[in-house]
C-alpha cells in the first residue's frame, strides 16, 4: 500500500521579538526571514517550505500581533488574518513565561477545534530545566491545544519532534510545490528583506519603524554579476540625517552587511547601490505603501 502523502499550510503566529521568523528560518535550514532584536521585524508573509518522502509542509512567518497605527500596521494584522485563514495547523509561539490576562484573551479567539493549534513556548533555553515542567503545565490549562512544546528556536532543541508531531497533524494531500524549492518568494523580496533587516540592526529609536526598501534595479550583468540599486525610503529628512551617518558611515555600514548576505543568498557577486530618500507620510499613504510592498 502506498504510504500516505500529508501536506499543508502551517501558520506562525505569535507576538512581537518571540522568535517566530528564527523558528522558520532554522526548519527551512535557510535563512528566509529577518530577524532581529526590534519588534515587528517582519511586516510580510514569508512563506518556506519543508519537503520530505511522506509530506511537504508550508510554513508561513507573519507579523507578530500589536495594535495597528497606521495603514501600515492595519495592513500587517490583515496579513495575519489572512494566514489564519488558510491554515491546516498553527502555531502560536510564546515566550518562556506563564500566560498573562491578554494570552487568555487570545485564547478565546482561537476557536476551539476549527484549526489544529500548536502551543511552542520558545527560548527555554533562558529557563533552566526544573521550572519547565510547570510552565508546560500553566499553558496546557488555558486551552486544548493540540500539542504543548517547549523549543529554543536559535538552538534548535525540539524542533525534530516539532516536525514529526507536525507532519501527523497535516492532512491528506498531495504536494503544493516542487521538491527542493524552499520558498516561493522571489529573489527581489527577498534582497529587499535582507536590507530591511539590516537597517533594523544597525538604526535605533523610530528609525527602522519608518523605514521601507525599494528595489529599483536587479539585474545580472554578467556570469556571476548582480546589479542591484535599492532605495531606503524613510518619512523625515531627520531620519534621512541619521541614516546616512557621518560621511556616509552608517548607509555603508548597512550596504556592506546586506552586500555579502545577498551574495551568499544568491551565490553570485554583487554589486549593491544604496541611497536613501524622504517619502513624507509613506505608512498612511495607499499609493506608495503599494509601491512598497504592503498593499493589495
Ligand atoms: N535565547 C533565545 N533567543 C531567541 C530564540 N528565538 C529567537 N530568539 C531571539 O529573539 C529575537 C527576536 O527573534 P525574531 O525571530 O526576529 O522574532 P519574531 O517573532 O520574528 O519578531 P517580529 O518579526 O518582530 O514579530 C532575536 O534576537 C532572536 O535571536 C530562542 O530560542 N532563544
Ligand atoms: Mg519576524
Given at each position: ?144 491545544f493540540r500539542e504543548v512544546l517547549s523549543i529554543s528556536a536559535v538552538h534548535g532543541e525540539n524542533l525534530s519532534v516539532l516536525v514529526e508531531k507536525t507532519f501527523q497533524a ?57 546589479v542591484i540599486k535599492a532605495a531606503v525610503v524613510v518619512e523625515k529628512d531627520s531620519q534621512k540625517v541619521i541614516l546616512i551617518g557621518k560621511g556616509g558611515a552608517k548607509i ?45
Amino acid at each position: 500500500m502506498p504510504r500516505t502523502f500529508r501536506s499543508g499550510f502551517i501558520s506562525i503566529v505569535g507576538r512581537p521579538n518571540v522568535g517566530k521568523s528564527t523558528l522558520l528560518n532554522h526548519l527551512v535550514g535557510e535563512k528566509l526571514a529577518g530577524v532581529s532584536r526590534k519588534p515587528q521585524t517582519t511586516r510580510h508573509v514569508i512563506r518556506g517550505i519543508v519537503s520530505r518522502p511522506e509530506g511537504q509542509a508550508v510554513f508561513l512567518d507573519t507579523p507578530g500581533f500589536h495594535e495597528p497605527h497606521d495603514r501600515l500596521g492595519d495592513w500587517m494584522m490583515g496579513e495575519i488574518g489572512k494566514a489564519l485563514e488558510g491554515s491546516d495547523l498553527i502555531y502560536w509561539v510564546v515566550f518562556p513565561e506563564p500566560p498573562d490576562t491578554l494570552d487568555q484573551e487570545l485564547a478565546g479567539k482561537f476557536q476551539k477545534g476549527a484549526i489544529p493549534l500548536f502551543l511552542l513556548i520558545n527560548q527555554v533555553d533562558r529557563v533552566v530545566k526544573p521550572k519547565r515542567p510547570p510552565l508546560l503545565e500553566a499553558w496546557r490549562k488555558l486551552h486544548p491545544f493540540r500539542e504543548v512544546l517547549s523549543i529554543s528556536a536559535v538552538h534548535g532543541e525540539n524542533l525534530s519532534v516539532l516536525v514529526e508531531k507536525t507532519f501527523q497533524a497535516l492532512p491528506e494531500n498531495p504536494a503544493y510545490f516542487d521538491d527542493g524549492i524552499l520558498t516561493d518568494q522571489n529573489e527581489r523580496t527577498i534582497v529587499g528583506e535582507i536590507i530591511r533587516e539590516k537597517v533594523f540592526r544597525f538604526t535605533g529609536e523610530e528609525v527602522p519603524y519608518s523605514s521601507a526598501v525599494e528595489i529599483e534595479e536587479f539585474k545580472e550583468k554578467s556570469a556571476g554579476l548582480v546589479v542591484i540599486k535599492a532605495a531606503v525610503v524613510v518619512e523625515k529628512d531627520s531620519q534621512k540625517v541619521i541614516l546616512i551617518g557621518k560621511g556616509g558611515a552608517k548607509i555603508k555600514q548597512i550596504g556592506q552587511a546586506a552586500r555579502l548576505e545577498i551574495e551568499r543568498f544568491l551565490g553570485k557577486k554583487v554589486f549593491l547601490e544604496l541611497w536613501v530618500k524622504t517619502l513624507k507620510n509613506w505608512k498612511k499613504d495607499p499609493e506608495a505603501l503599494k509601491r512598497l510592498g504592503y498593499g493589495g
